[in-house]
């Protein structure tokens, strides 16, 4: 038996849209990281770019479950010695919005070449709005078979 090979090109690439207003920060996470790989359709092969799109709206009004709100901690360094910066999940979410679930989704993917490729994938934005409507999004539920 032969190994199937889909062309890229071959591919049909679908836009889909989330709305993570109270949902948990993980399981969107987790769903959108399956959806740019794409693990959910049958021609699913680890090394190429099959994935669909993923528009992701209201993403500043994303939960966390437990104290994670003010206990869960995010770590960057300047370069300087002594220059660790951190910062909470609170304050991080009130200055830039869109950090917590890009960071949880970039986490979720490979860390290679085709993981930076995949990640370009999706649009995050912490309103109502984006302007991917020319595409025509179909609405996705986090958990399936929950509409």
Avoid at 59 to 66: F, L, P, Q, R, S
Wanted: aromatic share 8%; charged share 30%; no cysteine.
């Amino acid at each position: 038996m032969k190994t199937i090979f889909a062309k890229t090109q071959d591919v049909d690439r679908t836009w889909y849209v989330i709305d993570a207003e109270g949902e948990v920060l993980g399981r969107v996470a987790t769903r959108v990281a399956s959806i740019l790989q794409g693990k959910h359709k049958p021609i699913y092969s680890p090394h190429q770019e099959l994935g669909d799109y993923v528009v992701v709206i209201n993403a500043a009004k994303i939960d966390v479950t437990g104290r994670k709100r003010s206990d869960k901690l995010y770590y960057r360094h300047t370069g300087y010695p002594g220059g660790i910066r951190v910062e909470n999940f609170e304050s991080r979410i009130r200055r830039r919005p869109e950090f917590p679930l890009e960071n949880a989704i970039r986490g979720m993917l490979p860390k290679n070449r085709l993981g930076r490729k995949l990640f370009k994938n999706v649009k995050v934005y912490p309103g109502a709005q984006h302007p991917h409507a020319a595409q025509k999004p179909q609405p996705l539920p986090v958990v399936p078979g929950k509409e």
